[in-house]
């Protein structure tokens, strides 16, 4: 773990935040769901996800007296510190890889924040190649971002409403192999305005690709007023880290996170 070590010491000096998850918080990078079968998701309906599926999918930040939940609070409330004093109403978190627990940390921050009582948030999903977030809430919604951009589906039928007050999912829609030129539509970057700028007192989270898969987040990432990297001890790579520091030279970096994936 030496470079990587370096490759941390190097985030440390250059960026605003640096977060290590508590040992036990183990943000995992895909989604298993034994016993579990995914729910069709309606705009129509107030959605409740049960503590199964919230549990299998590693999202804790909801407990009380916990020091996984813990970890996420203090996680929040940097966050919104940086945010509030930049005056930022947008963060995209990504990663290098895929594996590295991105989705499950994205998640768990959006669901603290909306616990926080003064904030709304908004998570979308814009891996528009290979979207997941709605698997890690059991869910199968039936229209989504992709479907509002290139079908025209009004966006207020593919927003879920989560029974977790303050808190809204926008999925990812119907897989795209064009993503990063759906990104980079001006119908995207009108929505990107619109999300930011309609209501005060929310925040959007954008659960992006992996800076090193494809380049739809450096496509997007002007669209954002910031960006938290997440980073996985024992799997990331020293050399991935410093390339994604660099690619992302432009972007706000408010933040890395090492997500220690203790099992």
């Known amino acids: 773990m030496d470079k990587l070590e370096k490759a941390m010491q190097k985030a440390r000096q250059e960026r605003a935040m640096n977060v290590t998850l508590p040992h036990g918080v183990t943000a995992m990078g895909s989604v298993t769901t034994p016993h579990a079968t995914p729910r069709r998701a309606s705009n129509k309906d107030l959605i409740t996800i049960t503590?199964?599926?919230?549990?299998?999918?590693?999202?804790?930040?909801?407990?009380?007296?916990?020091?996984?939940?813990?970890?996420?609070?203090?996680?929040?409330?940097?966050?919104?510190?940086?945010?509030?004093?930049?005056?930022?109403k947008t963060l995209a978190i990504t990663s290098p890889n895929y594996g590295d627990g991105k989705t499950t940390i994205g998640l768990n921050l959006a669901l603290s924040i909306a616990l926080d009582l003064k904030q709304t948030v908004l998570m979308a999903d814009l891996d528009?190649?290979?979207?997941?977030?709605?698997e890690f809430l059991g869910l199968t919604p039936a229209v989504?971002?992709?479907?509002?951009?290139?079908?025209?589906?009004?966006?207020?039928?593919?927003?879920?409403?989560?029974?977790?007050?303050?808190?809204?999912?926008?999925?990812?829609g119907t897989p795209l192999d064009e993503s990063s030129e759906a990104l980079g539509l001006p119908k995207m970057?009108?929505?990107?305005?619109?999300?930011?700028?309609?209501?005060?007192?929310?925040?959007?989270?954008?659960?992006?690709?992996?800076?090193?898969?494809?380049?739809?987040?450096?496509?997007?990432?002007?669209?954002?007023?910031?960006?938290?990297?997440?980073?996985?001890?024992?799997?990331?790579?020293?050399?991935?880290?410093?390339?994604?520091?660099?690619?992302?030279?432009?972007?706000?970096?408010?933040?890395?996170?090492?997500?220690e994936a203790i099992t």
């Open 144 to 172: 989504g971002l992709s479907d509002y951009l290139l079908r025209d589906t009004p966006l207020p039928d593919c927003l879920l409403r989560l029974s977790f007050e303050r808190l809204s999912l926008l999925p990812a």
């Open 51 to 88: 503590d199964d599926q919230l549990a299998r999918s590693r999202i804790m930040a909801h407990r009380t007296r916990s020091p996984e939940a813990d970890g996420f609070r203090l996680l929040r409330t940097q966050v919104l510190q940086v945010m509030a004093r930049e005056k930022y």
């Open 189 to 259: 970057a009108a929505l990107a305005h619109e999300m930011k700028t309609r209501y005060p007192d929310r925040l959007v989270i954008y659960d992006m690709p992996p800076v090193l898969a494809q380049d739809d987040s450096l496509a997007f990432v002007p669209h954002v007023d910031a960006v938290l990297l997440v980073i996985r001890e024992g799997k990331t790579k020293a050399e991935d880290v410093t390339r994604c520091l660099e690619l992302l030279a432009s972007a706000n970096i408010i933040g890395v996170v090492l997500n």
């Open 128 to 134: 528009l190649r290979k979207p997941n977030l709605h």
